[in-house]
């Protein structure tokens, strides 16, 4: 049977990836924009503190089951930064700009010789009357600059994951989703769930986890 379940997201293309990615396992999503749902503001200082403050606040608004992301990338020798600022990283004149928020990354790094980063997915799934779960993915790397190829978003094309030789932004799609840290974290979710696929049906992340070529 089918389970509605609420993406606490007004991005309509997160809404299409989280749904492909969770219909096998009984869940007709739809989005907390399309329900009218405002944002909360995201005041946590933690990833996992921002996913669990957006599933809660649509569970609550909806009375259903709901699920939110918070991600980013951590460098390390900017004490972190972004961090849970990276999309804020990339504002100006209103608008998002990664190109803009990279340069600022490779700006402030300066001569500095460290260039380690990670990026984090934290995935937290809220229902009535239950506790918050939430599950963490991490995918460690080197920054590089200047920046590499076009595929992907936000920092990708800087990101040289750990024993490859391309950047997120090089990158054949399914070979980034991969290894990618929003995969891991999605598979911990369905593992930490116990959720299992719906006879007939074939996880999306099956393509997804593919060995890349």
């Avoid at 089918?2 to 990615?21: P, W």
């Avoid at 909806?62 to 972190?80: F, H, M, Q, T």
């Avoid at 936000?154 to 750990?162: S, W």
Wanted: charged share 25%.
């Amino acid at each position: 049977m089918t389970q509605r379940l609420v993406i606490a997201t007004h991005n309509k293309g997160k809404l299409v990836e989280m749904g492909d990615l969770l219909a096998p396992y009984g869940f007709a999503c739809v989005s907390a924009g399309e329900l009218g749902l405002p944002e909360p503001e995201e005041t946590a200082t933690t990833f996992v503190g921002n996913a669990e403050l957006k599933a809660e606040a649509a569970m609550q608004g909806s009375n259903l089951p709901s699920l939110a992301d918070d991600s980013g990338i951590v460098v390390e020798a900017l004490d972190g930064a972004p961090g849970i600022y990276s999309a804020r990283w990339a504002e100006i004149d209103g608008k998002r700009d990664f190109g803009h928020a990279m340069k600022r990354v490779h700006e402030e790094l300066g001569a500095n010789a460290n260039r380690r980063a990670y990026f984090i997915s934290a995935l937290s799934f809220a229902e009535p009357g239950k506790p918050i779960r939430s599950f963490e993915g991490r995918v460690h790397g080197t920054l590089v600059w200047p920046p590499r190829g076009s595929r992907g978003f936000g920092y990708d094309p800087m990101f040289l994951p750990d024993g490859y030789t391309e950047t997120f932004g090089e990158m054949e799609p399914l070979a980034k989703h991969a290894i990618s840290h929003r995969a891991i974290a999605f598979m911990k979710l369905v593992e930490g769930m116990g959720w299992k696929v719906t006879p007939g049906a074939v996880p999306a992340m099956t393509l997804l986890m593919k060995e890349p070529r």
